[in-house]
């Protein structure tokens, strides 16, 4: 009988237990679904004799191990530092991992390892990363095969609040990790425009956004993410003079979140002095950027209230993150949205062309959101194939190669999720 461990079970999660519970008691696979807090455990909890939650700490190395050991294939949902340790643990054991997350230096170092041991670790296979690199390399794939030259990308990726939802100023609620979007463009970002490369520093990351329009919704913002060149060698598009990868955001969003990063209320570096014990004394760097135009969003939030913090290892970063995931709390029947547009311009029989690729999710309710969906299903669909001998490769990949693109994106339109083209 086959196994699957899943390390974590937070919010990304929900939609991954739920398919690959009703994979594994088709199947009689086993699934073990691992997290540090048994609160969030019972919450995923799923009635079946062949899923089995287990309260671990995976910063335990007996812990990890014992796990590990009996799994055939490995899937880690933890936070981004925490999946070099799950790696490490499933190179010395033999084992093949998924995860949702950027391939970082620390995996890259196991590359050869992964290679003597003829393992297969597939990274970057959730959302964005993920569903944004499938999608595109298909695109990017077929106009090559039919002569055409592409001069420019861009990949626009946003989990939203869905309109129906949309209660606050900020036309935002929280759907995933909230950690992540307190440090959101915190790396800075680079790109490639017109020929020229641009750098943008944290500090202006949401100051001038661009704007791009998604029918039927209307316009939204974006903002660059992270190193987008270094994914031009990566999709083949070494040539093009402009190359992109942005973030999604209502231009609301942004016009208050850069007066946050600007006054500090963002940092993650240093702790808050413990002189400091209300929300309205921690939040005075603030007060230069506030007028009558924008306080409404600060209110919102709460910046400017007495309300006591709490002492100990504070930053601010940590700070505004408790206050969001009040603020921003999903109520049970709210329906968070996930967007998603590619845009390409290319040349092809002497015309040229503007093709434009969009994914519209929404989710069913705070638990069944479409950001567990298009993170969770691309993990499952590949784990039920690489399990069934249908997705027989080697190494560390990320999925770019129609070997793994063709068969998820073909089972992730089945369950509801398809990109719409237009061709101008």
């Known amino acids: 009988m086959k196994s699957i461990v899943v390390f974590g079970a937070g919010k990304s999660a929900t939609c991954l237990i739920d398919y690959l519970s009703k994979v594994c008691t088709q199947k009689q696979w086993n699934l073990t679904i691992a997290d540090a807090d048994a609160a969030t455990l019972k919450k995923k909890l799923v009635k079946s004799p062949v899923v089995s939650p287990v309260q671990a700490n995976v910063e335990n190395s007996s812990e990890r191990n014992v796990l590990i050991q009996k799994a055939d294939l490995v899937i880690s949902l933890l936070p981004p530092s925490l999946h070099i340790l799950i790696a490490r643990d499933c190179v010395a054991n033999s084992k093949n991992l998924l995860t949702a997350s950027y391939v970082d230096d620390e995996i890259r170092k196991l590359s050869k390892s992964i290679e003597d041991k003829r393992l297969f670790f597939l990274c970057e296979m959730g959302l964005d990363p993920g569903i944004d690199h499938?999608?595109?390399?298909?695109?990017?794939?077929?106009?090559?095969?039919?002569?055409?030259?592409?001069?420019?990308?861009?990949?626009?990726?946003?989990?939203?609040?869905?309109?129906?939802?949309?209660?606050?100023?900020?036309?935002?609620?929280?759907?995933?990790?909230?950690?992540?979007?307190?440090?959101?463009?915190?790396?800075?970002?680079?790109?490639?425009?017109?020929?020229?490369?641009?750098?943008?520093?944290?500090?202006?990351?949401?100051?001038?956004?661009?704007?791009?329009?998604?029918?039927?919704?209307?316009?939204?913002?974006?903002?660059?993410?992270?190193?987008?060149?270094?994914?031009?060698?990566?999709?083949?598009?070494?040539?093009?003079?402009?190359?992109?990868?942005?973030?999604?955001?209502?231009?609301?969003?942004?016009?208050?979140?850069?007066?946050?990063?600007?006054?500090?209320?963002?940092?993650?570096?240093?702790?808050?002095?413990?002189?400091?014990?209300?929300?309205?004394?921690?939040?005075?760097?603030?007060?230069?950027?506030?007028?009558?135009?924008?306080?409404?969003?600060?209110?919102?939030?709460?910046?400017?209230?007495?309300?006591?913090?709490?002492?100990?290892?504070?930053t601010s970063a940590k700070i505004l993150q408790s206050i969001i995931e009040k603020k921003w709390r999903m109520k049970e029947t709210d329906k968070d949205m996930i967007l998603m547009l590619h845009e390409f311009e290319y040349e092809m029989n002497g015309q040229n062309h503007l093709l434009k690729s969009s994914l519209l999710v929404k989710g069913e309710n705070a638990l069944s959101t479409a950001m567990a969906k298009t993170v969770g299903l691309p993990l499952g669909i590949a784990a039920k194939l690489i399990l069934e001998n249908k997705m027989e490769l080697r190494g560390l990949h990320i999925p770019i190669i129609p070997e793994i693109y063709e068969p998820v994106l073909e089972e992730l339109s089945l369950e509801g999720i398809r990109f719409h083209e237009e061709i101008i």
């Not at 900020?170 to 490369?197: D, Q, R, T």
């Open 134 to 314: 499938m999608s595109a390399m298909q695109i990017i794939h077929r106009i090559k095969r039919k002569g055409g030259k592409i001069s420019v990308f861009r990949s626009h990726t946003g989990g939203l609040i869905a309109p129906e939802s949309d209660d606050n100023p900020w036309h935002y609620k929280i759907s995933w990790n909230p950690a992540n979007v307190v440090k959101a463009g915190s790396s800075g970002a680079v790109f490639k425009e017109l020929g020229s490369i641009k750098k943008v520093e944290y500090k202006d990351i949401f100051k001038n956004p661009g704007l791009v329009e998604i029918k039927p919704l209307g316009k939204y913002a974006w903002y660059p993410n992270r190193d987008s060149l270094a994914y031009m060698a990566v999709y083949g598009l070494e040539s093009t003079h402009s190359f992109i990868r942005t973030t999604l955001r209502h231009p609301e969003f942004c016009r208050g979140w850069n007066n946050l990063v600007n006054a500090g209320l963002t940092d993650d570096e240093l702790p808050v002095s413990s002189t400091i014990n209300s929300i309205s004394t921690w939040s005075k760097p603030l007060l230069p950027y506030v007028d009558a135009s924008n306080k409404y969003f600060y209110d919102q939030l709460g910046l400017f209230d007495n309300d006591i913090l709490a002492t100990g290892g504070r």
